[in-house]
């Protein structure tokens, strides 16, 4: 069998299983018209589809077999069934309130750490003056009076 | 036809039959992805329960929104791709090819029965010698008949590579199968 066109060969998949976009699928259905090398190589893809869909076949023995282990595994249809409605239920309600604690413990840190980092500003000036570096506005800022308390 | 996530919601809701759909629709297509991969119907089978098992004990978890169809492909590559690993035997190509269970395997009509049974035993053998690169995304299209986008999300390729690779399955599938039945391109 003479092989297919080198330029439209790559195509002919996506042509097949209909993903070429409509410009690209209609200039090679044009092709395919007058090349016979082509559409022989096409048709050989459309028979082995035909063949592999044709291979796969339903098992109607299957959903029984499941049918077994499931209730091998979990009983009859009652527990696993109630559990999952529970769950799904259940589970946003669970997750708001901690949602909404994680929050709450957040906010108290912050202030918490807010409070501390203000008391050492108001309190401590030499101290974070002196950690920091030397800052000229800090220095002044908490540079106690010449000769005097605050 | 309901979609997956209809019969999922009505699963989910209560109604225990409705999962069966779900099994009904994608039991020969997982049965065949997996057996892609470890080459043993039994095995197959068993990794296509275990998905079936896992989806209905955490059905819940699939997103909301999410695909089902995907969802279930996934969980049975990852399987399969793991009990490969835990494969030690060398496999010998001729598969599960016995007469008798390729006559379990379905009906065959219009064809005598040697005739059938042949051309799927070379169809067997072809599709396991192609690479299990091309096979995979072949066998999504072809069962499922899945859009290369989806087959690209599933197996987390670029949509270029599951193109390339799809064509080539097809290539090396065909020239595999005419080799098998003496005839070739």
New interface residues.
Partial sequence: ?KRACERWE?M???YL?G?LEEREASTLQEHVRSCDACRAELQ??RE??T???S?????PF??A???A??EE?WGG?GS??LW??L??RLLPLAAAAFLGAAAAVWLTMEETGLAELEARQLGDGFLMAAEEGPNPVLQIAFEPFPGGEH | MESDEQVLARF???D?RAF?DI??RY???L??MAFGFVRDWSLA?DI??DT??RA??K??TIKKGGSVRAWLYRVTINRAQDELRRIKRKRETALDDHPAAAEQ???ISGESLAASLE??RH??RA?SRIRPEHRTP??M???EGM??AEIARILGWPLGTV??R??RA?LE??SM?GKLRGMD?
């Fill in positions: 069998m790559p002919l998949s996506r299983d993903e050989s893809f082995l589809s063949l592999l869909a291979h796969v076949e339903s098992d299957f959903v077999r499941f049918r282990r499931r595994l249809n696993l069934q999952r409605r769950a799904v | 989910l809701d209560g225990e069966e099994v009904i039991e020969a297509g049965r065949n089978e296509a329960q079936f098992l209905y004990q059905g819940g395997q379905g009906q051309l799927r169809l067997r599709f072949l066998l299209r072809e069962v859009t290369y193109q390339a799809i064509h097809r599938l065909r199968l391109k």
